[in-house]
């Protein structure tokens, strides 16, 4: 077996105390991490980190391997690969304390529920964990930048008493029905602490987004959790906000990138354009939430706020095809045995037989099912965010566009658009559910004025 190189294994190490890894796992570690490096030198490895994980995990178990040491592998393997970024990751200093230590790599978004943080895990063979109620498979394997943990933050660590305090902060956020990812981001910045805020605009000279989001977590948890004076911050250096303009795409690029899509993510794009959908709002569409006859779809947007928007005609024959292609699948699941949908928060328990009620199904379904271990059932989770994604960066590649495109440059030009046709500008703040008309605002920046006349006196008109 081939030699690591000195390098690696001393970044592999640093991270490994920066993690928190307990000392008597560090052999444990090197030795997965040897494994899965004679692993890539001996068969040819696809370029995505997570596919590369799931490979290597069927490998070892392949040879026998337990399930928990297939876990501990794919967590070293995660720490391999955020050694390897230039970048080190400034916010796990060794000795901190404040950043839990995951046992097990992670995927998609928590669903939120009631009670207190639990511990146990949904697992299923060849994937990674979730906290319970996250549907995972293969379709949702993470690799947002490196990072196969996203929920490392509400897991259990050596502190009880921090522990307690984000469990807490989870129960707050969910009674005031704040989104998955402000839970998300207000627990890692909890776990970092107040004392941060200035090594973050001094040394790290982060954006001022990071910093205000950094400072509204610590501000929230003193407030509502620990029901504490937040004391005086008047010396902590605040980022002034600076001003954003979105990146909007024509009709035409718009085009070219769509033509260059597969399906269903084509389809996923059409409809997030259409109907100015943020990405999240697209692919957690219900069978239920489509109105045909009335060419209305009700959105479930931040907060659990709901909203109307209509319909587009031009793509109506492929969701009408696509419903047909969902009621096939539902009918041919039930016959496999199957247990029906996630369903977010309570409404598994309030309403039973909804799972596998047609109309509860996703709209755009994953592709296989997920197998919940601790009940001993096969569920269906919807297309995750991160494939579509993917699908939208490689398809902006292939039209070589100049712009920095995201899935959410098609909510920046649905709004765009609206506002070049001369909509209303609170038309358009309805339809993508802005709070406040401030938001919708930001649109006027990326049209230019057509009104552009020589400069004259009032009273010369």
Known sequence: MKKVDSDILARFANMMNMRHVPPILHREYRKWLQYFLDFQAKYPQPKERSVQVRLFSEKLRSKGQTEAQVQQAADAISLFFTSQQKKPDVFSPAGSGFRPRAVLPCG???PLGQGPIQVSVVKEPGMVCEPPGSPVSDEHTRRRKGMFDDW????????????DIIASLSDEIKARHYSRKTLQHYANWTRKYQSYLTHLAVDCKVSSSTQNLAFNALLFLYRHVLKKDFGSHRDIPRAKKSTYVPTVLSRDEIQEVLTRMGQPYQL???????????????????????????RILTVKGKGNKSR???VPDRILPELLAQMAFVKKQHADDLVAGYAGVFLEDQ???KYPNAPKEFQWQWFFPQESLTIVESAGEKRRYHVHESRFGDAMYHAVRKAQLTKRVTTHTLRHSFATHLLQANYDIRTIQTLLGHADVRTTMIYTHCVPSKTVKELKSPLDF
Request: some cysteine; proline content about 6%.
């Open 108 to 110: 998609p978004e928590e």
């Open 268 to 294: 996923i794009a059409k409809l997030q354009y259409g109907c100015g959908l943020r990405c999240f709002e697209a692919v957690k569409v219900r069978v239920k939430d489509f109105n045909f006859d009335e």
């Open 308 to 310: 109307t928007v209509p």
């Open 152 to 163: 490392r933050c509400l897991r259990k660590t050596r502190y009880p008493a921090w522990d």
């Open 347 to 349: 409404l598994g328990k």
